[in-house]
């Protein structure tokens, strides 16, 4: 079976303190797959490196089979998803708009929702 992410001896660090190193797994496509540990122990940069949003300071990084500095931001938010736990909101969203937020890499050029698009999230706020 393909791995939906692979990843090899990844590590990462803020200054001198090590969060992540020498982690090493895969996830088969269309497996789950749940991180847990107590807090400081890096699963939100795990997250962070799996999203691009940080790079790590070693390690190799594959998500279907490409490396994930292959990935443009576009492609990459197309296959990963990357929700904080907590967002500074200036206004208030409906919850359909913030699922929304989710179709933003494949909408066209003028960034409209379609019938299709607010479908898909009809689909995952009923599965959620």
Do not use: W
Request: aromatic share 10%; hydrophobic share 45%.
């Amino acid at each position: 079976m393909k791995n939906a992410i692979k990843i090899d001896d990844l590590a990462y660090a803020y200054g001198e303190q090590s969060v992540l190193d020498g982690l090493t797994f895969q996830v088969g496509k269309a497996e789950c797959f749940i991180i847990i540990g107590p807090n400081g122990s890096g699963k939100t940069n795990l997250m962070k490196v799996l999203a691009g949003l940080i790079r790590p300071h070693r390690g190799h990084v594959e998500i279907m089979g490409r490396p994930l500095a292959s990935y443009s931001r576009k492609k990459l938010a197309r296959r990963i998803a990357y929700v904080p736990q907590q967002v500074a909101v200036d206004f208030p969203f409906y919850v359909a708009d913030v699922v929304l937020f989710g179709r933003a890499p494949h909408l066209g050029t003028f960034g409209m929702e379609s019938g299709k698009d607010r479908k898909l999230a009809d689909q995952a706020m009923a599965f959620t």
